[in-house]
């Protein structure tokens, strides 16, 4: 997949699973339920267990869904993260070394950003979306405050985002949506009982689609 088709693609399905996690055991199961509820972009971060194995055994399982790597920080982890099998790559701030790798092999990338300028920059050094990072406490509506003076920028709302805010987010302007702990979780796993995530995943994908 080319780097404007998965740009696209997470244009039009809005909203991706972030998969922060400790228990990892099961995860090609936890992905055919996500698949299955409607959610196919799911990004994994590195900082979970085994995230680079991970996103290698995922992408091959589901070859139909879209699988990328989060918390990606450096040259080294971009580039890990891509032969592992990430189709687009997720920091929390804006890198340069992982937008440079991104930019020199064609992947898509969401680059972390909060204030004005950092957004601004974020855009300036190729990223195909500015992820609004920290933005629990902010809410959607700063999404619409920066749309003023900074509209053509694709914005990414993860942190804060929940089952019950998804229409706002998208209200106030965001191009897509990540979804982390308030619909995975540890705890959930360990409880063994994937209907619940499945629910989740079924009433944001409701709502995204509005």
């Known amino acids: 997949m080319t780097r404007g088709a998965t740009v696209q693609r997470i244009l039009d399905k809005k909203v991706f699973a972030v998969l922060r996690l400790q228990n990892t055991r099961?995860?090609?199961?936890?992905?055919?339920?996500?698949?299955?509820?409607?959610?196919?972009?799911?990004?994994?971060?590195?900082?979970?267990?085994?995230?680079?194995?991970?996103?290698?055994?995922v992408s091959r399982a589901f070859p139909g869904a879209l699988i990328g790597a989060g918390t990606v920080i450096g040259y080294d982890a971009a580039t890990r993260a891509i032969e592992s099998g990430a189709k687009f790559l997720v920091s929390p701030v804006t890198d340069l070394d992982m937008l440079a790798v991104c930019n020199e092999v064609g992947v898509a990338s969401m680059a972390g950003a909060l204030t004005p300028t950092e957004v601004w920059q974020a855009s300036q050094a190729g990223a195909d979306f500015v992820k609004l990072f920290p933005?629990?406490?902010?809410?959607?509506?700063?999404?619409?405050?920066?749309?003023?003076?900074?509209?053509?920028?694709?914005?990414?709302?993860?942190?804060?985002?929940?089952?019950?805010?998804?229409?706002?987010?998208?209200d106030a302007g965001a191009s897509a949506i990540g979804v982390g702990s308030s619909l995975v979780h540890d705890a959930d796993l360990e409880k063994g009982d994937l209907s619940v995530i499945a629910a989740r995943a079924a009433k944001i994908v409701k709502a995204a689609r509005g």
Do not use: W
């Open 26 to 57: 099961n995860i090609e199961a936890l992905a055919e339920c996500l698949v299955d509820s409607g959610i196919s972009i799911i990004e994994i971060t590195l900082n979970s267990r085994n995230g680079f194995d991970c996103i290698h055994r």
């Open 135 to 170: 933005l629990a406490g902010v809410g959607a509506q700063y999404i619409r405050a920066l749309r003023g003076p900074l509209p053509d920028i694709r914005y990414v709302a993860t942190n804060g985002v929940t089952p019950d805010n998804v229409k706002e987010f998208f």
